[in-house]
């Protein structure tokens, strides 16, 4: 009895004829094909913003407006920095986003690792009250911030605009979900050696966290620095006044400055650029551990 044999079973295979069905592996993700674009048109107003500052005030009224001008006038800087007191807003936009950031980094840490450890009557729902409150729009509670500012006799100085955003809920919520990712057992370790709470703090949490410590300064210092409402209502002499407060003089009834107003612009984007391509590296991880709880 003859044994069957497959068809072709005497030809020898042909890998190469066979279809390739591995994965294709493009030189870069595909997910740039949406992220290019996309980051071109977030680019696109800073990119204006600085065509605008080099072009002569006559170009920058001009409509349709002129995408490339025909020369560069970088005076407008020297112009803009002249024409106001641009070193009284610079400094007193550095002491109001440097002290609001050092209060929110003190006092939420010290909020959100209660949250996060000390178990007491009500704390969750002491918690739950606290983050609705970040659904109330800031304009619902600025005449009750302003009485209080005003009784605290802080208003019209850079005080009046510290002592408000000195803690945000949005910090506590942020560092104690990030506490809550630590593992606990080095907390106890020291608890066995005798160390207070506030030592553990100090010398244990807050050394660990210190990419979601540099994620808050980032977003409060600029929260802080681009501040325009709250310094629109309580400071009324430009002495005092913020950098984006400042800038607003060179809008005019009738006529604007727009060349000097992009100069100004510009200049007060590069301490926000430098921050935050100083604690980059720290930003993506301390988001990345944030609400991950073991």
């Not at 605009?161 to 910090?171: A, E, S, T």
């Not at 060349?259 to 007060?268: E, F, I, K, P, R």
Request: proline share 7%.
């Amino acid at each position: 009895m003859a044994t069957p044999t497959l068809i072709g079973a005497d030809r020898p295979l042909d890998f190469e004829a066979l279809p390739d069905k591995r994965p294709r592996h493009w030189p870069f993700s595909p997910w740039h094909l949406f992220l290019i674009p996309l980051s071109a048109a977030m680019l696109l107003p800073l990119v204006w913003s600085v065509i605008t500052s080099l072009e002569t005030s006559a170009d920058a009224q001009r409509f349709p407006p002129v995408l490339l001008p025909s020369s560069l006038h970088f005076e407008n800087y020297v112009h803009a920095w002249n024409s106001l007191p641009f070193g009284h807003f610079f400094l007193n936009s550095f002491l109001y986003a440097a002290a609001t950031v050092a209060g929110n980094l003190l006092f939420c840490s010290l909020a959100a690792y209660a949250f996060a450890r000390l178990r007491f009557f009500g704390s969750n729902l002491v918690f739950v009250l606290l983050l609705v409150t970040l659904m109330v729009p800031f304009q619902v509670v600025i005449i009750p911030t302003f009485l209080i500012v005003r009784k605290l006799g802080l208003i019209d100085s850079v005080g009046g605009l510290i002592v408000p955003n000195l803690c945000g809920v949005f910090g506590i919520f942020l560092l104690r979900q990030f506490f809550l990712s630590l593992p606990v057992q080095l907390e106890e370790a020291a608890r066995i050696d005798g160390a207070s709470r506030l030592a553990i703090l100090f010398k244990i949490v807050l050394p660990l966290s210190a990419p979601v410590l540099a994620t808050l300064a980032i977003i409060q210092f600029m929260w802080s620095w681009n501040d325009f409402l709250w310094p629109l209502i309580i400071i009324t002499t430009p002495q005092h006044a913020p950098l984006q407060l400042g800038l607003s003089m060179f809008q005019g009834s009738h006529v604007t400055q727009w060349n000097l107003l992009m100069a100004g612009t510009v200049m007060s984007q590069i301490p926000m650029l430098a921050v935050f391509l100083f604690a980059q590296r720290w930003f993506i991880q301390s988001i990345a551990y944030t609400g991950i709880k073991q």
